[in-house]
Nanobody
């Protein structure tokens, strides 16, 4: 079993930066970990991930980092836009590969709100 706890969300002006953290407990070795977000009225979408082989995926202005020593997954976001406003979730899978679909993920954090104005 994996437990995930996000932090670092908040309100930021357009053009600013923000770093989200996801503290994890449990076995995530060789497993996919990801950040997904959900804006009001929209489906949850993957914005960054690192798979069990260490291969990263991100959209544009985002950077994902996994600190195995501290058991924290980071999402660094820069040049933020109002359309980045969403609840951001940390997620993990039992498998190595990462996917776009939220149904593929087995473990979720509680989410953290990011508001860009």
């Amino acid at each position: 079993h994996v437990q995930l706890v996000e932090s670092g969300g908040g309100a930021v002006q357009a053009g600013g930066s923000l770093r989200l953290s996801c503290a994890y407990v449990g076995n995530v070795y060789n497993r996919c970990m990801a950040w997904l977000r959900q804006a009001p009225g929209k489906e949850r979408e993957r914005v960054a991930s690192v798979n069990g082989d260490g291969v990263r995926y991100t959209i544009g202005r985002f950077t994902i980092t996994k600190d195995n020593a501290e058991n924290i997954l980071y999402l660094r976001m820069k040049a933020l836009k109002p359309e980045d406003t969403a609840v951001y979730y940390c997620a993990a899978r039992e498998g190595r590969l990462c996917y776009n679909e939220e149904a593929r993920y087995d473990y979720w954090g509680q989410g953290t709100q990011v508001t860009v104005s």
